[in-house]
Every structure is written in C-alpha cells, then in structure tokens.
C-alpha cells in the first residue's frame, strides 16, 4: 500500500476554527439536532493522523453556548490574526443556521445582508447579534494566510427549512452576489451546503447534515484510493454537486453545494507526490525515476510558495526526462489556465490605472476609453460602468459650459461596445445646499422677529434675536438640504442602475 495522502500542506503550521450549533439563547430560533454532531466529527478528521495531521493546539472547536458573537471574534481576531503566518493554511467550518435579511441602513446600496446565527443572537436585532458576512470578512482580513478555507454547512435561503432560520426581514434572495466578493482573493474560497434558494438537509439516518457526511465520506474515500492523489477543490466540488443534489432528491428535497472564491484550481487537495513504494526499477531507469520524483517534490514547493513560473520550468524539465508523465502533463495544463488568469488580472490592473491616470489629467475621453478597455477583460466591473458614467458625466458638464445652452457640440467618443448614457445630472452638493440654507434662515429671521417679540425689548434685543434665530434656521436649512440631496443622489443612482440592467 502506498503512503496515506496528506492534506495540502504549505511550508507553515496547519490551523482551523471549528464550529457547531444545534440550541440558541432564544427560542424563537428552532434548535437543530446534528450540528454539534458534524464540528466533532470534522475536528477528529482533521486530528487524525492518518488524514489532516493538524496538530490538537491548532485546532479550536466551540460548541452550543460557546459560540456566541463575541467568542466567534475573539478566536478570529485575537486568536487566529495573532498566530497565523503568511505561509500557514487555515481552514473555519460552520454547522448551524444561516439567514438573509434586510438591513435598516438605506444610505447603502446593497440592503441585502447574508447572516451566520450565533448561540446568542437575538431574532429582532441580527445586524448587531448575529455574524453578518461583511463582518465575518473584516475579521478574517488580519489574518495572513496562505490559503483560508471556509466551509459553511447551512443556507442562506431565509425559509425556515433544515439549517435556514426565516426572520421577519428576509426577503426572496436569489444568488450569492456577496460571496464572491467575500472570497475575492486568490488565497481563499468558500463552499457554501446550498444554493441561495435551498435549504441545507440533515440526514436522520446518519445524523449528520446530508452535505458533511458526503463531503466526509468523499475524502475518506480519497485517502485510501491510489488514483485520487490529485484530487483537486474543483474535482472535490463536482463530485459535492451532483451527489448532494442526488440525495436531497431522493429525500423530496433540493439541494446543490455551491463554491466561491478564487482558489487556484491547479492545487491539489491532497498531497499527490508521496514516496515511491519500494520497488526494484531497472538499473538503468533508477537515476531518472528518482531525478523526476525529485522534480515533481519541487515542483509542488513552487506551487506552495506561488512561484508559478518557476514551477512550469520545472515541469517543462519533468516532461524533457518523461514525455508521458500525466501529473506534470495534468499540472503544466492547469498551471497555464492559471498563469493566463494572472495576466488577465494584470491587464485590468494596469487599465485601471491608466484611467484613473487620465482622470487626474481630467482626459474624460481617455479615461472612458481606458474604462472600456476594464469592461471587455471583465463585463461584471461594477467600477469600471461607473467610471465610464462619471467621465461621460464630466464631458457633457464641459459640453454645456461651452455651448451655453445645454446642448452637446460634439458626440459622446467611439467605443466598440455601447455605453450607457444615464449619467447622473444633479448641481453639486455646494450648490443645492443654498436655496434651502437660505429659505430657512429667512424663516428664522422672521420668527425672531417677530414670534418673539416683547413690548419692553430694545432694538439691539431684538436684532440679536432674530440673527440667533435666522443662524439656528439656516443650521435647519443645512440638515433639510443634505437629507434631500442625499436621497435624490441615491434615487438617480437606484435609475441608473435600472436602466443599466434594463
């Protein structure tokens, strides 16, 4: 039998944060009943010395009441953003109820909030009780590992069903927009039990959640198969996907995992390059066998320390010596994908900063050109549609000065693709304010003037009155003119993205 694959192991310390929950605080939140079942069965795969490896002081289990919001911190910012090292790898998971609620924050543009529910959360206040995702993301952001998996085995879907918790505030949410956001880098990924319209089944039978058993009895079943030495994170999602989505059908229900993030998929799960079995090799074949295995060993040092190109002339070299060898033909394959991602990322970085070069130079049309050249290497650049909105914005505010009339002299510049034309067209906050300032001020006046005056009071009295008054009116006005520009800067945005989608 060959060695036991390893999990892939950078050159640091391994560490994960385990979390289970099947009873809340408060009892409006229906309790679950396997949860608990999963953390403790994740942690003793990850201490099992024949699997993860991961050494017991690394990895940090909290259970029911021991996993609350403050507690969840603690271990991430203080414990985890204390220890871990750029070179470590890092792996939370999460069994409990998950959620999707409104915010009450209407300033913001995204008013849709993914929740993870805590042993002390309270049902009528989730944004300041449970662990909002965009928070989950500030914390993890101190801490500096290589690779940082999270596993969520619960839905956001909001229906009361399996591992979902309906609050009064959850709206019908039909994708995970935020995730990918939240595993934006190429250091971590998330895998999410299920889709955003789905709930995230327990299996009675088992008593385990239908996703962790599968995903457990899957790496079981790859450290004892000799041909899954490679199994990938895209492989081991695949597999999650079809055979999840299978058995919550055949128990009437549906649900399909999904994966975020940027994890390159050229890494494998397990360590594929153990020890050669003892063998007897020809003579003449000894020295190339061990020189290749050495290469590959190398190799995937390189992968670990991201020096990519380094690592394809190493596979280059690998395939000199053995034209036929399917992990470095498997591995210069996926590598490329890889490399020709990074140059894409590259390529948009660069656009980006010519436009914004451009823009500094108030050169609207190259910065819009620049612009464009973002939205044909990424169509879903959110930055790049406003800075072209911006700088079109900017180039009919010079238009109109120079005409004088308002109408455009010259067209909008040339693009291969169409640009949308709902720039928004309102005074500058400095302008709008004014009218308002003044009205009020006016009104305080007035008042002083008159809604306070005494028969005894002397002229001075009464002209120092009516100034505190008109400064307290226009102070008024101030507040009126700011809520009011505010809203219809939001509510021309809100058209514009409509239209844009339109």
Same mark, same amino acid.
């Given at each position: 039998?060959?060695p036991?694959?390893?999990i892939?192991e950078?050159?640091?310390?391994?560490?994960?944060?385990?979390?289970? =929950?099947?009873?809340?605080?408060d009892?409006n939140?229906?309790?679950?009943r396997?949860?608990r079942?999963?953390?403790?069965a994740?942690?003793d795969?990850?201490l099992?010395?024949e699997?993860?490896?991961?050494k017991?002081?690394n990895?940090?289990? =909290?259970l029911?009441?021991?996993?609350?919001?403050?507690?969840i911190?603690?271990?991430?910012?203080?414990?985890?953003?204390?220890?871990v090292?750029?070179?470590?790898?890092?792996?939370?998971y999460?069994?409990?109820?998950g959620?999707?609620?409104?915010t009450?924050d209407r300033?913001?543009?995204?008013t849709?909030?993914?929740?993870?529910i805590?042993?002390?959360?309270?049902?009528?206040?989730?944004a300041?009780?449970?662990?909002?995702?965009?928070?989950?993301?500030?914390?993890?952001d101190?801490v500096?590992?290589?690779?940082?998996?999270?596993?969520?085995?619960?839905?956001?879907?909001?229906?009361?069903?399996?591992r979902t918790f309906?609050?009064?505030?959850?709206?019908?949410?039909?994708d995970?927009?935020?995730?990918?956001?939240?595993?934006?880098n190429?250091?971590r990924?998330?895998?999410?039990?299920?889709g955003?319209?789905?709930?995230?089944?327990e299996?009675?039978?088992?008593?385990?959640?239908?996703f962790t058993?599968?995903?457990?009895?899957?790496?079981?079943?790859?450290?004892?198969?000799?041909r899954d030495?490679?199994?990938?994170?895209?492989a081991?999602?695949?597999?999650?996907?079809?055979?999840?989505?299978?058995?919550?059908?055949?128990?009437?229900?549906?649900?399909?995992?999904?994966?975020?993030?940027?994890l390159?998929?050229?890494?494998?799960?397990?360590?594929d390059?153990?020890?050669?079995?003892?063998?007897?090799?020809?003579?003449?074949?000894?020295p190339?066998h061990a020189?290749?295995?050495?290469l590959?060993?190398?190799?995937?040092?390189?992968?670990?320390?991201?020096?990519?190109?380094?690592?394809r002339?190493?596979l280059?070299?690998?395939?000199?010596?053995?034209?036929?060898?399917?992990?470095?033909?498997?591995g210069?394959?996926?590598l490329?994908?890889?490399?020709?991602?990074?140059?894409?990322?590259?390529?948009?970085?660069?656009?980006?900063?010519?436009?914004?070069?451009?823009?500094?130079e108030?050169?609207?049309?190259?910065a819009?050109?620049?612009?464009g050249?973002v =939205?044909e290497?990424?169509?879903?650049?959110?930055?790049?549609?406003v800075?072209?909105?911006?700088?079109?914005?900017?180039?009919?505010k010079?238009?109109?000065?120079?005409?004088?009339?308002?109408?455009?002299?010259?067209?909008?510049?040339a693009?291969?693709?169409?640009?949308?034309?709902?720039?928004?067209?309102?005074?500058?906050?400095?302008?709008?304010?004014?009218?308002?300032?003044?009205?009020w001020?006016?009104v305080?006046?007035?008042?002083?003037?008159?809604?306070?005056?005494?028969?005894?009071a002397?002229?001075?009295t009464?002209?120092?009155t009516?100034?505190?008054?008109g400064?307290f009116g226009?102070?008024?006005?101030?507040?009126?003119?700011?809520?009011v520009?505010?809203?219809?800067?939001?509510?021309?945005?809100?058209?514009a993205?409509?239209?844009?989608?339109?």
């Amino acid at each position: 039998m060959p060695p036991s694959p390893q999990i892939l192991e950078p050159s640091g310390e391994k560490y994960a944060l385990i979390v289970g =929950l099947d009873n809340f605080r408060d009892g409006n939140i229906p309790s679950l009943r396997y949860a608990r079942n999963d953390a403790e069965a994740v942690r003793d795969f990850l201490l099992d010395p024949e699997f993860g490896k991961f050494k017991r002081e690394n990895v940090h289990v =909290l259970l029911d009441e021991e996993a609350t919001l403050g507690d969840i911190r603690s271990q991430l910012v203080y414990w985890l953003g204390a220890k871990v090292r750029e070179q470590d790898h890092v792996w939370i998971y999460f069994a409990g109820c998950g959620t999707t609620a409104m915010t009450d924050d209407r300033n913001r543009e995204h008013t849709i909030m993914n929740y993870l529910i805590m042993h002390d959360t309270n049902p009528e206040d989730l944004a300041m009780s449970a662990l909002a995702l965009n928070q989950l993301e500030e914390w993890l952001d101190v801490v500096a590992a290589e690779r940082l998996i999270l596993i969520f085995d619960c839905g956001f879907s909001g229906f009361g069903k399996g591992r979902t918790f309906a609050s009064n505030k959850t709206p019908s949410y039909e994708d995970y927009a935020f995730f990918s956001t939240f595993a934006k880098n190429s250091r971590r990924m998330a895998v999410i039990a299920a889709g955003p319209m789905e709930s995230a089944c327990e299996d009675n039978d088992a008593a385990h959640g239908l996703f962790t058993r599968i995903l457990l009895q899957r790496l079981r079943m790859a450290v004892h198969t000799e041909r899954d030495y490679d199994l990938t994170w895209e492989a081991l999602q695949q597999f999650l996907a079809a055979e999840v989505s299978r058995q919550a059908e055949l128990r009437g229900g549906a649900q399909t995992p999904v994966k975020v993030g940027g994890l390159p998929g050229h890494l494998p799960l397990f360590d594929d390059l153990p020890q050669p079995r003892p063998a007897a090799p020809a003579i003449e074949s000894a020295p190339k066998h061990a020189r290749v295995q050495q290469l590959l060993r190398e190799a995937q040092q390189e992968l670990y320390a991201d020096n990519l190109y380094h690592a394809r002339e190493l596979l280059l070299e690998i395939l000199e010596l053995d034209a036929n060898n399917r992990r470095a033909l498997n591995g210069l394959r996926k590598l490329e994908e890889v490399l020709q991602q990074g140059d894409r990322e590259t390529q948009i970085k660069q656009a980006f900063s010519e436009a914004r070069r451009h823009w500094d130079e108030r050169n609207y049309i190259e910065a819009t050109r620049w612009y464009g050249r973002v =939205l044909e290497l990424d169509p879903t650049s959110e930055s790049a549609r406003v800075g072209i909105e911006t700088c079109q914005s900017m180039l009919q505010k010079q238009e109109e000065e120079n005409d004088g009339n308002g109408a455009l002299s010259t067209p909008w510049p040339a693009m291969e693709k169409p640009l949308h034309a709902h720039a928004l067209k309102m005074k500058g906050y400095d302008e709008f304010i004014w009218p308002y300032v003044g009205w009020w001020a006016l009104v305080g006046v007035v008042w002083g003037l008159f809604g306070t005056h005494t028969e005894n009071a002397s002229t001075a009295t009464t002209f120092i009155t009516a100034l505190k008054f008109g400064f307290f009116g226009g102070l008024i006005g101030l507040v009126h003119a700011s809520a009011v520009y505010f809203y219809k800067l939001a509510e021309l945005r809100l058209k514009a993205k409509k239209a844009r989608k339109a």
